[in-house]
Every structure is written in C-alpha cells, then in structure tokens.
C-alpha cells in the first residue's frame, strides 16, 4: 500500500533530483522515497544515542578503558 503526498521544494532540489533520476534511470518519487527512509532511519539511531547519552544508569567508559578492552 502507498500514499500519494505533494510537497513544494526548492528548484535547485528539485533540479538535483530530476539529474539523478535521470542519470539512475529511477524515478523521482523512487528517490524521495529512498531519502525518506535513509532520513528516518538515522533519526531513529538519534534518538537511541540520545536516550543513552541521558540514561544514568548506562555507565560512562573512558577512553583509556576502551583502548585496553580493544588492545589498541
């Protein structure tokens, strides 16, 4: 299943889209849609890093702790 959504963006975006659909022979809401999931991915890795940064219970490794469990 997919919806149909319309946004406006800017000519010089839509531009740079229009170039590569063209040049990966993939159509342009192929692209967007790939942008799209890319985007939310990485916000959702954010916000897990996020969550970790301000959880006290997580504990704090200091460099010199991480370089001798790696041996470097």
Known sequence: MSTAISVSIRDDLAA???EI???TEKP???????AIEVYLAE???LQIALD????????V?????????LEV
Do not use: Y
């Not at 342009?28 to 849609?33: G, L």
């Not at 970790?52 to 504990?59: A, I």
């Open 16 to 18: 740079k889209l229009s």
């Open 21 to 23: 659909a063209k040049e």
């Open 28 to 34: 342009k809401s192929f692209r967007i849609q790939k």
């Open 43 to 45: 916000q959702a890795d």
């Open 52 to 59: 970790r940064l301000h959880d006290r219970s997580d504990p």
């Open 61 to 69: 490794v200091s460099i010199e702790t991480m370089r001798e469990d």
